[in-house]
């Protein structure tokens, strides 16, 4: 079983070529069922002598079939004309019939040019008969076919009988192109056929790959799992080890929350700070006060809500005989890496003396950052 298998992997194509022979007594059938499975050509099984389709469906299963036609209702003629043959050189050989009526087969041998026809009522009634009783016809040829064409044929140990079925099969595996009836649904056929074979064997072998790939994750995950419970046993405690990390990730939070709300000046010298915001003051500009950590709702003219005071700030209040002189310093103080903002929350200019009350906040960035 598992060897068929591996057979069917490698792209096994199996067909069973039929010859029917027509004379004055009747039909006469022999048949050969093959396979081909790479470079490995195996007689599946043979059948001699046999008088009717009946007898023929009673000894080989359901299949594709390539039928080889001889006898009495084939006409073979050859044709003087050279190169390809052509609808001219068909009609000046069988000038007298309907092409609609007879299916043709066009053949070269030996350089040569061959047109056989046979009637085809006679060929859809075959047909017509083998497609009820399950067989699926994928090539038809006309005349007999010499088992010298076959590549090794002197290996192949056959009975004379068998060589126009055996040579019909074997040329539709290997060649997977046949000197058959001129038929487009036929041609169809034919190609679905080697269509499908491709198919299955590519979903043979996703199949495969599935099966491999799967195999590969099991294996994978059954060394981590023997990792992680090794793991696990080595560390009993693992649990109670991350409860104690978070808890105390929670403590030293709530103590950096708590040196913040305590002033904590952010590691800044602010009396450096100072020096250098008051030298690039504007001489236009008269300070009136500059604190470090103000009460914020205490710079806001008239306010009277609750006070509250922020870190790492600088609050300025003075007086600037121009607009332009504020913009300039807020332009150079934001030019600043240690000033993350510089914002004016109160402007109000004097009409009596053409100055104004100007009240700046300062957002410093933290020097441990």
């Known amino acids: 079983m598992l060897k068929d298998f591996f057979s069917h992997i490698k792209g096994t194509k199996t067909v069973t070529g039929l010859e029917i022979h027509k004379d004055e007594s009747g039909l006469v059938l022999h048949a050969c069922k093959i396979s081909l499975t790479g470079e490995k050509l195996k007689i599946e099984q043979t059948g001699t002598d046999m008088k009717n389709t009946i007898h023929f ?20 003629k050859k044709s003087e004309a050279s190169g390809e043959i052509n609808q001219q050189a ?40 083998f497609s009820l009783l399950g067989y699926e016809i994928i090539a038809i040829m006309l005349g007999p076919v010499s ?4 590549i090794g044929s002197e290996e192949v140990q056959l009975d004379e009988k068998l060589l126009p079925a055996f040579t019909s099969a074997f040329q539709l595996l290997l060649q997977r192109e046949v000197p058959g009836v001129v ?34 994750n099991l294996l ?34 709530e103590k950096i929350e708590l040196i913040k709300s305590g002033s904590w000046t952010g590691g800044l010298k602010f009396a450096f700070l100072i020096d250098r915001i ?20 205490s710079l806001r003219i008239g306010s009277s809500s609750s006070d509250s005071t922020r870190t790492k700030t600088i609050a300025i209040n003075g007086v600037s005989s121009e607009a332009g002189m504020v913009n300039n310093w807020i332009f150079a103080l934001k030019a600043n890496s240690w000033i993350e903002d510089c914002q004016i929350v109160n402007y109000a200019a004097k009409k009596e003396d053409q100055k104004a009350d100007f009240a700046l906040i300062l957002k410093l960035t933290d020097h441990e950052e």
């Open 220 to 253: 994978v995950d059954n060394h981590y799992s023997a990792l992680g419970q090794k793991a696990q046993n080595e560390n009993k405690n693992t649990v109670t080890e991350v409860n104690k990390f978070r808890h105390q990730e929670r403590e030293i939070a």
């Open 90 to 129: 068909i009609n000046s050989l069988f000038p007298n019939i309907d092409s609609q009526d007879f299916y043709l087969q066009l053949s070269n041998k030996e350089d040569r040019n061959y047109v056989s026809i046979i009637r085809r009522q006679e060929v859809d009634d075959l047909t017509r008969q």
């Open 278 to 297: 008051l030298a690039m003051m504007p001489t236009g500009i008269r300070l009136r006060e500059i604190s470090v950590n103000p009460v914020i709702e």
């Open 183 to 216: 038929d487009d649904e036929m041609e169809k056929k034919r190609i679905n056929f080697f269509a499908a074979v491709r198919f299955k064997h590519l979903m043979l072998w996703s199949a495969c790959l599935l099966i491999f790939l799967y195999s590969v």
């Open 147 to 150: 088992g010298d064409e076959i």
């Open 57 to 76: 469906t009673k000894q080989f299963k359901t299949s594709h079939l390539v039928l080889c036609l001889t006898g009495k209702w084939i006409v073979t």
